[in-house]
């Protein structure tokens, strides 16, 4: 018999953070903009899929992470934060 999968669990503290922060940045976006969201039918409702982003400005990355449905692992480039174009 194959062993199964070993399983990914993310630790309590960074669960409990990360559930502030969607709270925190979709308040934010609601008291700054007003909020409209589509095409929330195309997302899978569940198995596993992956969500990548070609984004303009520093603000669609947070908003992404807060608005979608469940809470994602987020990865991006180091490179962003040594060019003064991008973070300015």
Known sequence: MKNPEPRYDIPIYRRIIRGIMRLFFRAL???LSRVRIQGR???P???P???TINHI???EPPFILAFWP???EAAGA???WNDPVRTS
């Open 45 to 47: 409702q569940k198995g």
């Open 78 to 80: 180091v490179e962003i």
């Open 29 to 31: 976006f609601h008291i």
């Open 57 to 59: 400005s520093m603000f």
């Open 70 to 72: 469940e809470a994602l």
């Open 41 to 43: 039918e195309n997302i």
């Open 49 to 51: 899929y992956l969500v």
